[in-house]
């Protein structure tokens, strides 16, 4: 039984799991999406969000601690000069991951991890989202804009009354 057993063992040795995490999150960094298991993926998410965290900060020190775990020039290079730079503002939540389903030769369930700043698609729905209108609502909104108009510009031709013309 695995009873407060906080980390997935994903049915591999210490070392095995140790480098395929490494060599994941190596993927994710240069490739900014991968497609794996959705067991994988969550194991994934706990391994690489710390290291996208370390890269704000851009000292030697931070560079070896990513190198030491990462095993991977190119990615700590890519992790410190690109996602560092995206991911700046953002204080948490780097990865996303989207379920496809099931495998067809086992039935594994499979799931696309993703860096969230990079997916252009959702970016561009976040911004231009639309308020959600139904037939009742857009009835009461002409009707109080209609409303609206008619008083204003009452409003305005009594002030153009009201104001003395200066001669």
Same mark, same amino acid.
């Given at each position: ?8 063992? *994903? ?13 994941? /999150? ?16 969550? @194991? *994934? ?24 775990? $990462? ?26 991951? *989207?379920?496809?389903?099931?495998? $067809?030769?086992?039935? @594994?369930?499979? /799931? ?10 959702? *970016? ?23 409303? /609206? ?19």
């Amino acid at each position: 039984m695995r009873h407060g057993c906080k980390v997935n063992h *994903l049915s591999r040795t210490a070392a095995h799991r140790s480098a395929m995490l490494s060599n994941m /999150a190596a993927s994710l960094i240069k490739e900014k999406r991968i497609e794996t298991t959705l067991a994988k993926a969550k @194991a *994934l998410r706990k391994y690489v969000e710390p290291l996208i965290n370390k890269s704000k900060e851009d000292s030697t020190h931070q560079r070896r601690i990513v190198f030491s775990q $990462l095993r991977d020039k190119e990615a700590v290079t890519e992790l410190f000069r690109e996602v560092s730079q995206k991911v700046a503002n953002r204080n948490g939540g780097y990865t996303r991951i *989207l379920k496809l389903g099931r495998r $067809l030769g086992d039935g @594994a369930e499979m /799931a696309m991890m993703e860096l969230v700043d990079y997916n252009e698609n959702m *970016l561009k729905e976040a911004t231009t989202k639309k308020a959600k209108s139904t037939r009742r609502s857009s009835k009461k909104k002409t009707e109080t804009t209609e409303t /609206a108009k008619a008083e204003t510009e009452v409003a305005q031709e009594s002030k153009a009354e009201e104001t003395p013309k200066a001669e």
